[in-house]
C-alpha cells in the first residue's frame, strides 16, 4: 500500500498535479489502485485481527495473508499495467481470503 501511494505522490510530481485527479487518465489509474487497496486491505486487517485475537489456528491466518498478498500485488500489478485477466484472477482471490477469513471466524466462535 506504501508503494502504491509513493506512486501517487511521483505521478503527482511528475504530471504536476497537486489535489484531485486534473482529469488525467494516468493520475486517475494510479490514484484508484491505491484507494482499492486501502478499501481491502482495512477489512481483511480487521478479520485477521480477528483472528489472532481469539486464537484461530496460525496456519490458518497464515495462508490467508499469503494468499491476500498475492492476490493484492497481483491486483496492482494488473490496475497498473492495464492487464484485466490479471485483475480478475486478483480480485477472486481477494475475495475468497476475504470470505473465508469470515467463515474461519464464524467456525472458530461456534
Known sequence: MTLLALNVSYKRIKLGVANGD???????KVIRAHGNSVEH????SLIVLALAV?????????VLVV???????????????????VRRV?????YCTEVFG???????LI
Open 90 to 94: 486478483a480480485i477472486v482471490i481477494t
Open 102 to 108: 469470515v467463515l474461519a471466524l464464524i467456525y472458530c
Open 54 to 62: 481469539i486464537q484461530s489456528a496460525l496456519v490458518v491466518q497464515g
Open 67 to 85: 494468499l491476500f498478498t498475492l492476490g493484492r500485488v497481483l491486483h496492482a500489478y494488473g490496475m497498473l499495467s492495464s492487464k484485466f485477466n
Open 41 to 44: 486491505i482495512s477489512i481483511f
Open 22 to 28: 486534473a482529469d488525467n487518465r494516468e493520475m486517475k
